[in-house]
């Protein structure tokens, strides 16, 4: 008991006290007694802290408290960066080889647009060229026609 | 000093408050029986008091573990600022009622494991006595103070 409570118990003595302490109520009261006896001895040892001590741990706790947070922090960066490490390692960037392409629904409409004002202007080029072929036949006859005429007068 | 500038919630404040009135005085007297240099010892009380409260539940917290911690705690810091007293026993002449009780050799042994956590066997190689003699010392200051509080 009395190494336990002057704090030098080896780890067997306290394991002993422990035990000792859970199986027996009187053992346990005696220890508590034994506590007492050695905080009277500190309170009759006791040295008044001067002005300003309370204010300074308040300080000294505050910058502790301001470190530890830093040091969280620090802690979630490292982590984050090592979820992108993570993720760098799961995906590998592949240059693709595929001849096709994909583009969306909507340039279909675009295409069959095209595709009809082709045939439209395809259908008027032939109906032009015709034309001016059956123009040409008759200015031709018309020329014949012409000299024809001129040879009889 | 306004709580934002200080950082600590408004509940650990008034632990600390309680933590402070309680031990305090008792753990600066403990101190001084270690560390003879007042400026240093209070120092000293700021450090262990601020980093017993923010390792522990300091408003559940007794005096043994307290002190127990602050033993550990001065070791650490005798170690940072090269205060080695290369195993030698501090003379600790703090008049105390208690402490004048006891003789010459059960005050040396009282003291050392009191306050500089000098485990037996320790304090059997310095002293170059028998541990269970040594063991024997401890029993009866311990016993010498408590009986002079009627227990």
Not at chain 1, 50 to 61: A, C, D, F, N, V
Not at chain 1, 97 to 112: C, D, G, L, N
Not at chain 2, 51 to 57: H, L, M, P, R, V
Request: net charge neutral; glycine share 4%.
């Amino acid at each position: 008991m009395e190494t336990y409570v002057m704090g030098i118990a080896t780890d067997d003595e306290v394991q002993q006290v422990l035990l000792l302490k859970k199986q027996y109520p009187e053992f346990e009261e005696a220890l508590t007694k034994l506590e007492l006896d050695m905080e009277v001895l500190a309170q009759n040892m006791a040295v008044p802290p001067p002005p300003g001590i309370l204010s300074k741990i308040e300080k000294e706790l505050s910058e502790i408290k301001l470190r530890e947070q830093s040091l969280e922090k620090l802690d979630d960066t490292d982590k984050d960066s090592e979820q992108d490490h993570v993720k760098q390692d799961r995906y590998i960037e592949v240059e693709s080889e595929s001849s096709h392409i994909r583009i969306h629904k909507a340039w279909r409409w675009v295409f069959a647009a095209v595709f009809v004002l082709g045939k439209i202007f395809l259908g008027f080029a032939i109906y032009f060229y015709l034309e001016n072929r059956q123009a040409q036949e008759q200015i031709k006859e018309l020329k014949t026609e012409i000299n024809h005429m001129k040879s009889i007068k | 000093m306004s709580e934002v500038v200080l950082n600590i919630p408004h509940g650990s404040r008034k632990d600390i408050r309680l933590l402070y009135d309680k031990y305090a005085g008792m753990l600066l007297g403990f101190i001084r029986g270690t560390v003879q240099d007042h400026k240093r010892s209070e120092e000293y009380l700021v450090k262990i008091i601020s980093a017993f409260a923010s390792e522990t539940k300091s408003s559940s917290a007794s005096w043994l573990e307290l002190r127990q911690y602050a033993q550990r705690k001065l070791i650490e810091l005798a170690h940072i600022n090269h205060e080695h007293n290369n195993g030698k026993l501090n003379n600790n002449e703090q008049a105390n009622n208690y402490l004048n009780l006891l003789d010459h050799d059960e005050r040396i042994v009282f003291q050392a494991v009191y306050y500089q956590k000098k485990s037996l066997s320790q304090l059997a190689d310095l002293l170059n006595r028998n541990e269970n003699t040594l063991r024997g010392q401890l029993k009866s200051s311990i016993d010498k103070i408590r009986k002079a509080r009627g227990n």
